[in-house]
């Protein structure tokens, strides 16, 4: 194998960014666990979709499935800015069941209300990791960062009203 092309497939991921190596470190491994836990996140939302039953099924399934596509619109952008710092970003599905902290669901059954009651705890806590990111980035002056989380937050939080609105009165 000729020598440029052998250090070329060993050379650095580290795109230059401006910000420093700790705000990079900082804010891409924030970046990229925030995307494990969009990935599960969106994942039980297909799933409670998919199994989705009762009196109310066709709304809910109709709303589960705009939530998973908001959630999967934040993939790329999320991993490419991550990249776009110079920082690195999940490699595999083993990747992020090792990184996520949104919990999975794997049972047979679980009642409507149950599910939107998880995705309504889920989507806040999502939010909470975000604004939690979006310090992180305001410590080190990312303002792309920053401003894209801004949008997403704004996303998580109406998720979590619509599921809040959708369960009040309910045991949910």
Request: glycine residues 6%.
């Amino acid at each position: 194998m000729d020598d440029t092309l052998k250090s070329r497939r060993t050379l650095s991921l580290k795109t230059p960014s401006g910000l420093s190596e700790e705000a990079v470190r900082c804010i891409s491994a924030g970046a990229t666990t925030l995307l494990a836990d969009v990935f599960a996140l969106y994942l039980k939302t297909k799933n409670f979709h998919w199994h989705m039953s009762g009196a109310s099924f066709r709304d809910y399934h109709l709303l589960l499935d705009e939530h998973g596509d908001e959630l999967f619109a934040i993939t790329d952008p999320l991993a490419e800015r991550a990249r776009k710092l110079g920082g690195t970003t999940l490699r595999s599905i083993g990747d992020i069941a090792r990184r996520q902290r949104i919990t999975d669901n794997d049972a047979d059954f679980v009642h409507p209300h149950g599910m939107l009651a998880e995705l309504r705890e889920d989507n806040a806590s999502l939010v909470a990791s975000m604004r939690a990111l979006h310090e992180t980035c305001d410590e080190y002056g990312d303002v792309a960062t920053a401003s894209l989380l801004e949008n997403w937050i704004d996303e998580g939080e109406r998720r979590t009203w619509f599921l809040f609105e959708i369960l009040r009165g309910t045991n949910g």
